[in-house]
């Protein structure tokens, strides 16, 4: 549930930078038409449908009733991560517009830090896969 709803936060930022791209016109042309502008928002859509992916992959284990501890932990992990990436690139593309009350980014943008964090922090997601899918000894 918690990875779902980092992506659809991450959704948000791309469509919300890319939207702001196609707008924002300086010099006489959309500040998407730089590849500068262009690309982090392009690798944050790649990451977020990788993401994604992942966690339709647990989701589908669980209602399988299947063991999905492994596709859960790697699932909340890289979601939370692209959602945060998606909100950097979001916030590159607004620049200081991102601050603004009306482009609603900046607040987003912190909510989505929190999923990093709670309910199970990067670390401890870090330390499962280490442990219970590398094998490797317990680190904590």
């Not at 900046?106 to 590398?134: C, D, F, K, M």
């Amino acid at each position: 549930l918690v990875s779902h709803e980092s992506i659809g936060d991450g959704q948000w930022f791309i469509n919300t930078a890319t939207q702001y791209a196609k707008d924002r016109v300086v010099f006489n042309r959309p500040i998407g038409q730089n590849q500068g502008v262009q690309f982090p928002i392009a690798r944050a859509y790649a990451e977020l449908q990788g993401a994604d992916m992942m966690v339709r992959k647990a989701a589908a284990l669980f209602d399988a009733a299947q063991p999905c501890g492994e596709a859960a932990n790697v699932a909340k992990l890289l979601s939370a991560e692209s959602a945060w990436n998606a909100g950097e690139a979001c916030m590159q593309t607004h620049g200081g517009f991102a601050y603004a009350r009306e482009y609603d980014v900046e607040r987003r943008w912190r909510e989505a830090r929190v999923q990093r964090t709670a309910p199970i922090s990067t670390n401890l997601i870090l330390a499962y896969i280490g442990e219970h899918v590398l094998g490797l000894p317990r680190s904590y």
